[in-house]
C-alpha cells in the first residue's frame, strides 16, 4: 500500500474517532472517550512522522508511545481516585490536589511536556535532520527568486 494510500486511510481514521470520542462523551461515557484520544494520538504521530512518503516509527516510538502510555496511566488512576472518593473529601492530596486531578497534572501534562521538550531535542536530527533544514531553506531560496524574477515591477 502507498504512503498517500495509507495517509488517507491514517486521516480518515481520525475523523471516525474523533466522532466516536464525541459520540461517547455526549452520552456519558467520559473515560472511554478519554480513552479514543489514545489511538488518535497514535495516528497522529504516524503522520507527523511522513517525511516524503516514508513513516519514521522510530519517531512514534519514542516519544509518542511513552506519551500514549502516560495518558493511559493519567486517565486510570484519575478515574481510580474519582471513583474512590467519589462524594467525600479525599484522606490526602498530591501537591494539594486531590488524588484524581494530580494524576492528571502529572501524568497528562507534566511528563509528556517533559518528554516532547526533552525527547524531541534527544531524537531532532530524525525529524529534523541539518540536510532536510538546508534542504526547506534552498527551496524556500528559490521560490524568493521566482517571485522576484524579470518583469515584475517594484
Do not use: C
Not at 511522513?50 to 500514549?68: C, E, M, N, Q
Not at 492530596?93 to 517533559?114: D, E, K, M, Q, R
Not at 533544514?133 to 515591477?153: A, K, N, Q, T, Y
Request: charged letters at 20%.
Amino acid at each position: 500500500m502507498g504512503a498517500e494510500r495509507t495517509e488517507s486511510l491514517l486521516v480518515i481514521a481520525s475523523a471516525v474517532l474523533w466522532l466516536v470520542m464525541v459520540g461517547l462523551a455526549a452520552t456519558g461515557h467520559w473515560l472511554a472517550a478519554l480513552y479514543t484520544l489514545l489511538p488518535l494520538l497514535l495516528i497522529y504521530g504516524v503522520l507527523g512522522s511522513s517525511h516524503k512518503g516514508k513513516f519514521d516509527l522510530r519517531l512514534v516510538a519514542f516519544p509518542t508511545l511513552i506519551w500514549i502510555v502516560s495518558w493511559a496511566a493519567a486517565f486510570g488512576i484519575g478515574n481510580y481516585y474519582f471513583e474512590a472518593f467519589s462524594g467525600q473529601h479525599p484522606d490526602f492530596t498530591v501537591l494539594g490536589f486531590h488524588p484524581s486531578f494530580a494524576s492528571i497534572v502529572v501524568l497528562f501534562w507534566v511528563v509528556p511536556t517533559l518528554l516532547m521538550g526533552f525527547g524531541f531535542e534527544a531524537v531532532k536530527d530524525r525529524w529534523l535532520s541539518r540536510e532536510r533544514w538546508d534542504d526547506f531553506v534552498r527551496r524556500i531560496s528559490e521560490l524568493s527568486e521566482e517571485d522576484d524574477g524579470p518583469g515584475e515591477s517594484e
